[in-house]
């Protein structure tokens, strides 16, 4: 039982180029959530999803996209990477909130645009 | 939208003392759930403890117990017999219990969190 696997664990681009992290989970979770955090600020929400076919945006999506074909998969694509995205990058999943379970997180990326 | 604020950037406390981190949060739902999650320097983030809104009763886990102030919006975390391993950042975060009803939005709102340093 891995739990949620991200990859990379470390990653430079240069200004403009895309990139896809990947996140995986092997719990059967339905709910799936991307974070990033900055020094200072905590974490905060990019985008989550509640199912397979089913995302939504959170507090900071822009220059994101998130799809969810797979209950397993939930891959965080930069369009164009900018300077302002370096930042460390946590997934992380949930069974129903119903259950009171909280997220449990991968071990991040670290993703530095140049 | 909700907000999550721990007040205390810092604290530092003996080893083997009692220590408490703050948080206070603002929302307009009643139903909720309310964590704190440790981030030691390997990043990794591991949930320390949970409570849900409509219980009255403070969750506990070993050292680790909250203070659940509803009418307050108040959510301590008081770490007893303080360890060097519990040296750490902290976060407070929520998550609305309301999706599933077909309102509100799923993920967590976290604080800024608090860098507990421990003295040996």
Same mark, same amino acid.
């Not at chain 2, 077909?102 to 604080?111: C, H, N, R, S, V």
């Given at each position: 039982?891995?739990?949620?696997?991200?990859?990379?664990?470390?990653?430079?681009?240069?200004?403009?180029?895309?990139?896809t992290l990947?996140?995986?989970? !092997?719990?059967?979770?339905?709910?799936? *959530?991307w974070?990033r955090?900055?020094?200072?600020?905590?974490?905060?929400?990019i985008h &989550? #999803?509640?199912?397979?076919?089913?995302?939504?945006q959170g507090?900071v999506p822009n220059g994101y996209n998130v799809?969810?074909?797979?209950?397993? !998969?939930?891959p965080l694509r930069l369009l *164009?990477a900018?300077?302002?995205q370096?930042?460390?990058y946590?997934?992380?999943?949930? &069974? #129903?909130?119903?259950?009171?379970?909280?997220?449990?997180?991968?071990?991040?990326?670290?993703?530095?645009?140049? | 939208?909700?907000?999550?604020?721990?007040?205390?950037?810092?604290?530092?406390?003996?080893?083997?003392?009692?220590?408490?981190?703050?948080?206070?949060?603002?929302?307009?739902?009643?139903?909720?759930?309310?964590?704190?999650?440790?981030?030691?320097?390997?990043?990794?983030?591991?949930?320390?403890?949970?409570?849900?809104?409509?219980?009255?009763?403070?969750?506990?886990?070993?050292?680790?117990?909250?203070?659940?102030?509803?009418?307050?919006?108040?959510?301590?975390?008081?770490?007893?017999?303080?360890?060097?391993?519990?040296?750490?950042?902290?976060?407070?975060?929520?998550?609305?219990?309301?999706?599933?009803?077909?309102?509100?939005?799923?993920?967590?709102?976290?604080?800024?969190?608090?860098?507990?340093?421990?003295?040996?």
């Open positions: 039982n891995a739990g949620v696997t991200q990859t990379p664990k470390f990653q430079v681009l240069k200004t403009g180029q895309s990139m990947q996140c995986a989970q !092997d719990m059967n979770h339905e709910y799936m *959530s974070y955090q900055d020094p200072g600020m905590g974490l905060r929400l &989550y #999803s509640v199912g397979a076919g089913i995302t939504d507090e799809s969810r074909s797979t209950t397993e !998969d939930f *164009s900018a300077p302002s370096t930042s460390v946590f997934c992380a999943s949930s &069974y #129903s909130r119903g259950t009171n379970y909280g997220y449990t997180f991968g071990s991040g990326t670290r993703l530095t645009v140049v | 939208a909700q907000t999550v604020t721990q007040s205390q950037p810092e604290m530092s406390v003996q080893e083997a003392e009692t220590v408490t981190l703050s948080c206070t949060y603002d929302t307009s739902e009643s139903d909720y759930y309310l964590f704190w999650y440790k981030q030691p320097p390997s990043r990794q983030m591991i949930l320390v403890i949970r409570q849900e809104a409509y219980k009255q009763q403070n969750a506990t886990e070993n050292r680790f117990s909250v203070n659940f102030q509803k009418a307050a919006k108040s959510f301590s975390l008081k770490i007893s017999d303080s360890q060097l391993g519990d040296a750490a950042m902290y976060f407070c975060a929520y998550r609305s219990a309301y999706y599933e009803a077909g309102g509100g939005a799923d993920g967590l709102t976290f604080g800024k969190g608090t860098h507990l340093i421990i003295q040996p």
